[in-house]
């Protein structure tokens, strides 16, 4: 009633954006590279964080040319750290307006946008006896977590990058292997060639008995999957997958925001919350890949795809859509 | 309003291209909006909401002359700038390509008791729409006043310098009012329309909490201090609407605007809706504090050009305008405030009054253009 319209945490957020009981926020307090194109962010996050999971991650908010986007980043800090900060490791990739802003721009002191830290790519509560890590690339971050998070008996690492400088984390790595802590085997792509997960046992002998870990790029997640099932071990495999695999596109269609008073036409290909946010349209949004829902929003008339599976939605009451991975399958209205 | 159309110059190929030049001014502003303007709009919102609530605080000791002087004008300074450089603009939707929820047009609610949904139907798609299309757009005298020799004479004008006043004085709530298009929807067999009914709830809940602010929790926390403080938030308030109303009159009142026919649009293109626009807005010429006093609205001919355009890049898209206007042999209407808004009450005076010469009424600019 004293501050109508607004609400007195408007008023604070002025002065404290990071006090309890505001929307959680973080604050960079450092952007530390790591490879060429890789750099570790340090956050402070607000009072409400409610800490996280090694293996897990995190939706940001940043603001990229004065557009707040969001994007899942994996958390690589152990979830013991004494100064509460954590750290996300990011890799800038081609066109990535999040990621090479993050890399190459971000400054300390910037205030950004923060979500409860979320996923089930984690460690078990019993310890296994024996631990292997499969990653590649970027892959390698919610590991890292794992890695400094939990100290295991036998624990075989296989990563995979294109040349030794681009491997995120590898000083630390070898130190792992000098304490002998780690068993570490690294691919290097560029003159070793791609890993053929179906002769994983010339590597790591014992893989089938490990409970395993892996996260990379869909084509080594797919193969992984594969080659653990057809050995009847595929309880052993937990992936991560940081990209939706599109299978299905089909004919667009002209799209209606109605909260908003919207219309622009969509192909069959764009996934309907790019549709939005281009047009302007406020709209919520998570991993962008399908995993976290953060972005569901009522389908209020029409028909949208599934990305995929090629799945057809259509418009009933009560039906969510998420928006990240569907795109318009003919004329359709969502409630934004 | 001249008897013959000053855009009867122009072939309906010129008026294609003017609009694509328009269409290229607005798309180099798009390509180039970014971090600057973002941090601007921010910036903005950071210092009201502490103007404000300095003054406030200064308010609470309202008893002692001083504090009440400066702390009347803190609050009068903060209430115009929430009303005009930021709600104005975000209703617009001119900060909604930043994604953020707390500056965007379908969130925004601000210090004015008008709920936001309603006054962005009102002005965004009634008055943006229509702009001074006798019959269609509301703003033209906002119903109760006759603005143009086009429009038809009833003794009811003869108070309308009277009306503008008290409408000047209390504007937010002739806004409300006209938002709900009241002097229509009065009607016995409207009144119960439950669509209404329940649009003049939300403003009955708006103003209940906007007066409960300013007239009885912000006086009752100055204790002894209550009436001055009483005195102080309603000063402000006046002052706010004062000065929006003389701002708003500048838009599109003065001498040498043009209103159109409501056949006049029909099938109207793109090139020719840039043209009404450019032909039914007035500016304010000034200072950089004066245009940023009147939330940019100063730049009334680019706003309405280009509503949508962050308020904080109209400056430079007024050069640009303006040598538009040159190259088309177009006025380009701009003056002082004082000027301007003399010149729109003379003619809220003269027209109190049935035309004195038989009106000449201007030829439909189709049918201009059909004959050239």
Same mark, same amino acid.
């Given at each position: 009633?004293v501050?109508?319209?607004?609400?007195?945490?408007?008023?604070?957020?002025l002065?404290?954006?990071l006090?309890?009981g505001?929307?959680l926020?973080?604050?960079?307090?450092?952007?530390?590279?790591?490879?060429?194109d890789?750099a570790?962010?340090?956050?402070?996050?607000?009072?409400?964080?409610?800490?996280?999971?090694?293996?897990?991650?995190?939706?940001?908010g940043?603001d990229?040319?004065?557009?707040?986007?969001?994007?899942?980043y994996?958390?690589t800090s152990?979830?013991d750290?004494?100064?509460g900060?954590?750290t996300?490791?990011?890799?800038?990739? *081609?066109?990535?307006?999040?990621?090479?802003?993050l890399v190459?721009?971000?400054?300390?002191g910037t205030?950004?946008?923060?979500?409860?830290?979320?996923?089930?790519?984690?460690l078990?509560?019993?310890?296994p006896a024996?631990?292997?890590y499969?990653?590649? +690339?970027?892959?390698?971050?919610?590991?890292?977590?794992?890695?400094r998070?939990?100290e295991?008996?036998?624990?075989?690492?296989?990563?995979?990058?294109?040349?030794p400088?681009?491997?995120?984390?590898?000083?630390e790595?070898?130190?792992?292997?000098a304490?002998?802590?780690l068993?570490?085997?690294?691919?290097?792509?560029?003159?070793?060639?791609?890993?053929?997960?179906?002769?994983i046992?010339?590597?790591v002998?014992d893989?089938a008995?490990?409970?395993?870990?892996?996260?990379? *790029?869909?084509?080594?997640?797919?193969?992984?999957?594969?080659?653990?099932s057809?050995?009847g071990?595929?309880?052993?495999?937990?992936?991560?997958?940081?990209? *939706?695999?599109?299978?299905v596109?089909?004919?667009?269609?002209?799209?209606?925001?109605?909260?908003?008073?919207?219309?622009?036409?969509?192909d069959?290909?764009? *996934?309907?919350?790019?549709?939005?946010?281009?047009?302007?349209?406020?709209?919520p949004? +998570?991993?962008?890949?399908?995993i976290?829902f953060?972005?569901?929003t009522?389908?209020?008339?029409?028909?949208?795809?599934?990305?995929?599976?090629?799945e057809?939605?259509?418009a009933?009451? +009560?039906v969510?859509?998420?928006?990240?991975?569907s795109?318009?399958a003919g004329?359709?209205?969502?409630?934004? | 309003?001249?008897?013959?159309?000053?855009?009867? $110059?122009?072939t309906?190929?010129?008026?294609?291209?003017?609009?694509?030049e328009l269409?290229?001014i607005r798309?180099?502003?798009?390509a180039?909006?970014?971090?600057?303007?973002?941090?601007?709009?921010?910036k903005?919102i950071?210092a009201?909401?502490?103007?404000?609530l300095?003054?406030r605080?200064?308010l609470?000791?309202s008893?002692?002359?001083?504090?009440?002087?400066?702390?009347?004008?803190?609050?009068?300074?903060?209430?115009?700038?929430?009303n005009?450089?930021?709600?104005h603009?975000?209703?617009?939707?001119?900060?909604?390509w930043?994604r953020?929820p707390?500056?965007h047009s379908?969130?925004w609610?601000?210090?004015?008791?008008?709920?936001s949904?309603q006054w962005?139907h009102?002005?965004n798609?009634?008055?943006?729409?229509?702009?001074?299309?006798?019959?269609?757009?509301n703003?033209?005298?906002?119903?109760?006043m006759?603005?143009?020799?086009?429009?038809k004479?009833?003794?009811?004008?003869?108070g309308?310098?009277?009306?503008?006043?008290i409408?000047?004085?209390f504007?937010?709530y002739?806004?409300a009012?006209?938002?709900?298009?009241?002097?229509k929807?009065l009607?016995?067999r409207?009144?119960k329309?439950p669509?209404?009914r329940?649009?003049a709830?939300?403003v009955?809940r708006?103003?209940?909490?906007?007066?409960?602010?300013?007239?009885?929790? $912000?006086?009752?926390?100055?204790?002894?201090?209550?009436?001055?403080?009483?005195?102080?938030?309603f000063t402000?308030?006046l002052?706010?609407n004062?000065?929006s109303h003389?701002?708003?009159?500048?838009?599109?009142?003065p001498?040498?605007?043009?209103?159109?026919?409501?056949?006049?649009?029909?099938?109207?293109?793109?090139?020719?809706?840039?043209?009404r626009q450019?032909m039914?807005?007035?500016?304010?010429?000034g200072?950089?504090?004066?245009?940023?006093?009147?939330?940019?609205?100063?730049?009334?001919?680019? $706003?309405?050009?280009?509503?949508?355009?962050?308020?904080?890049?109209?400056?430079?898209v007024a050069?640009?305008?303006?040598?538009?206007f040159?190259?088309?042999?177009l006025?380009?209407v701009?003056?002082?405030?004082?000027?301007?808004?003399?010149?729109?009450?003379?003619?809220v005076?003269?027209?109190s009054?049935?035309?004195?010469?038989?009106?000449?009424?201007v030829?439909?600019?189709?049918?201009v253009?059909?004959?050239?």
């Open positions: 009633m501050t109508t319209p607004l609400l007195p945490s408007d008023y604070l957020d002065f404290s954006p006090r309890a505001a929307d926020r973080g604050r960079i307090e450092a952007v530390r590279p790591e490879t060429g890789a570790t962010i340090v956050i402070r996050p607000g009072r409400a964080w409610r800490g996280h999971t090694a293996g897990q991650y995190v939706r940001i940043v990229v040319d004065g557009v707040r986007l969001w994007r899942a994996s958390l152990p979830t750290r004494r100064d900060r954590v996300i490791t990011v890799k800038a990739i *081609p066109d990535g307006k999040v990621s090479n802003h190459r721009r971000a400054k300390p205030v950004i946008q923060l979500d409860q830290p979320t996923g089930d790519f984690v078990p509560r019993a310890k024996k631990v292997l499969l990653t590649a +690339g970027s892959g390698i971050t919610p590991v890292m977590g794992m890695l998070d939990t295991f008996d036998d624990v075989v690492m296989v990563h995979c990058a294109p040349r400088q681009d491997v995120i984390f590898r000083s790595l070898h130190d792992l292997v304490d002998k802590k068993r570490l085997t690294e691919v290097h792509t560029d003159t070793d060639g791609m890993l053929d997960i179906a002769r046992g010339a590597l002998p893989w008995e490990r409970e395993t870990w892996a996260c990379g *790029p869909a084509g080594l997640l797919d193969a992984a999957e594969e080659h653990w057809e050995h071990v595929q309880e052993r495999l937990h992936t991560e997958r940081f990209r *939706p695999g599109v299978v596109t089909g004919d667009g269609g002209e799209v209606t925001f109605s909260a908003t008073g919207k219309t622009v036409d969509a069959g290909a764009t *996934p309907l919350l790019d549709v939005g946010e281009e047009a302007g349209v406020l709209l949004s +998570g991993c962008r890949m399908g976290c953060g972005c569901v009522p389908l209020k008339a029409g028909a949208v795809r599934d990305l995929r599976t090629g057809i939605t259509e009933e009451p +009560g969510l859509i998420q928006t990240c991975v795109a318009a004329p359709c209205d969502i409630e934004r | 309003m001249t008897a013959i159309d000053p855009t009867a $110059h122009l309906s190929e010129q008026i294609e291209e003017l609009g694509r269409d290229a798309d180099e502003v798009i180039d909006r970014g971090e600057k303007d973002a941090a601007y709009i921010r903005v950071s009201q909401r502490k103007l404000e300095a003054s605080g200064v609470l000791f008893s002692f002359p001083p504090a009440w002087l400066l702390g009347t004008a803190g609050l009068s300074v903060a209430k115009i700038m929430d005009m450089e930021i709600g603009n975000i209703l617009h939707g001119q900060w909604d930043m953020d707390k500056i379908t969130s609610e601000w210090d004015h008791v008008s709920p949904d962005k009102s002005h798609e009634l008055h943006h729409t229509y702009t001074n299309v006798i019959g269609k757009d703003d033209l005298g906002y119903g109760i006759r603005v143009d020799e086009d429009q004479w009833h003794p009811v004008h003869l309308q310098p009277l009306w503008n006043f409408n000047a004085c504007f937010e002739g806004i009012a006209y938002d709900l298009e009241l002097g929807n009607h016995k409207r009144r329309n669509e209404f329940e649009r709830k939300a009955g708006k103003i209940r909490k906007q007066v409960l602010k300013d007239y009885v929790i $912000h006086p009752l926390l100055s204790g002894p201090s209550f009436l001055s403080t009483l005195g102080a938030t402000a308030n002052v706010r004062v000065w003389s701002v708003i009159m500048c838009g599109h009142f001498e040498g605007v043009q209103v159109f026919e409501r056949r006049s649009i029909e099938g109207e293109t793109r090139g020719q809706w840039y043209l450019m039914g807005s007035a500016n304010i010429s200072s950089k504090a004066m245009h940023f006093m009147t939330g940019n609205l100063s730049h009334q001919i680019e $706003h309405h050009l280009f509503p949508d355009l962050p308020s904080n890049r109209y400056a430079e050069v640009k305008v303006r040598a538009l040159e190259k088309y042999e006025e380009y701009t003056g002082p405030l004082p000027k301007q808004v003399f010149s729109a009450w003379r003619k005076f003269r027209l009054l049935p035309n004195k010469t038989p009106h000449v009424k030829p439909d600019r189709e049918q253009l059909v004959a050239a």
